[in-house]
Nanobody, 119 residues
Framework: QVHVVESGGGLVQPGGSLRLSCAAS????????MGWYRQAPGKQRELVAT???????QYAESVKGRFTISRDNAKNMAYLQMNSLKPEDTAVYYC?????????????WGQGTLVTVSS
C-alpha cells in the first residue's frame, strides 16, 4: 500500500545537471528520513545523501559540493539536485524512506532511476 517512486533520471553530459524526484505515498504517518542511494555496475549500493524531517543532511564525500538533497514534508517528496556531473556518477539511483506508524517502523525503497553521464 505504501510506495516510493523515483523520477528524473536520464542521459546527461559531463558537467551537466539533473534533478531527481522521489514521491512517497500511502499511510506512512511519519517520515523520519528520506535519502538517495546509488549502485554503479560492479559496485555496492552506497549512500549518496539523506535528509531528516528536521532538514538535517548528510552526503557522501564524493558528491559534497555538487549534489543537494531537499524535501517537501507536506508533499512527502524528496529531491536530489545533481550538478557538475561526472562519468563516475553513472548509476541507478534509489530513493529510500525511513519512517513509522504509531507501533511499527517502516523502510521503503523505490525501483530506481538510471543516471548516465557520458559525452
Amino acid at each position: 500500500q505504501v510506495h516510493v517512486v523515483e523520477s528524473g533520471g536520464g542521459l546527461v553530459q559531463p558537467g551537466g545537471s539533473l534533478r531527481l524526484s522521489c514521491a512517497a505515498s500511502g499511510r506512512i504517518f511519519s517520515i523520519y528520513t528520506m535519502g538517495w542511494y546509488r549502485q554503479a555496475p560492479g559496485k555496492q549500493r552506497e549512500l549518496v545523501a539523506t535528509i531528516t524531517s528536521a532538514d538535517s543532511t548528510q552526503y557522501a564525500e564524493s558528491v559534497k559540493g555538487r549534489f543537494t538533497i531537499s524535501r517537501d514534508n507536506a508533499k512527502n517528496m524528496a529531491y536530489l539536485q545533481m550538478n557538475s556531473l561526472k562519468p563516475e556518477d553513472t548509476a541507478v539511483y534509489y530513493c529510500n524512506l525511513r519512517g513509522g506508524r504509531p507501533s511499527s517502523y517502516l523502510e521503503l525503497w523505490g525501483q530506481g532511476t538510471l543516471v548516465t553521464v557520458s559525452s
